[in-house]
Nanobody
């Protein structure tokens, strides 16, 4: 089993940056693909980024590609999401999640078994 705890959210002006962290516990963390999702009020949870178990492959949604970077540190049992050039439409609760599938192209929330509690990102214009 994997437990996930996100941190690093906050209030930032448009154009600013944040680094979101997801601390994982559980012996099998290094075997999981890790994903980041977000959910804005009144909207469905949407895929943001994912990284495979080894860190060798990543995927991004078109709306964040070239602005967000996902990376992991298996030695620290952590995965990160560097978010740059933030826009007001990036405002949402951001969740990290763990999937037993090996590829980074795991885009559906239903493919993830474990979820964190989320961290709020608010971008002011």
């Amino acid at each position: 089993q994997v437990q996930l705890v996100e941190s690093g959210g906050g209030l930032v002006q448009a154009g600013g940056s944040l680094r979101l962290s997801c601390a994982a516990s559980g012996r099998t963390f290094s075997t999981y693909t890790m994903g980041w999702f977000r959910q804005a009020p009144g909207k469905e949870r949407e895929f943001v980024a994912a990284i495979n178990w080894s860190g060798s492959s990543t995927s991004y949604s078109n709306s964040v590609k070239d602005r967000f970077t996902v990376f992991r540190d298996s030695g620290k049992n952590a995965v990160y999401l560097q978010v740059n050039s933030l826009k007001p439409e990036d405002t949402a609760v951001y969740y990290c999640a763990a999937s037993p599938f090996s590829a980074a192209t795991v885009l559906r929330p239903t493919d993830y078994d474990y979820w964190g509690q989320g961290t709020q990102v608010t971008v002011s214009s």
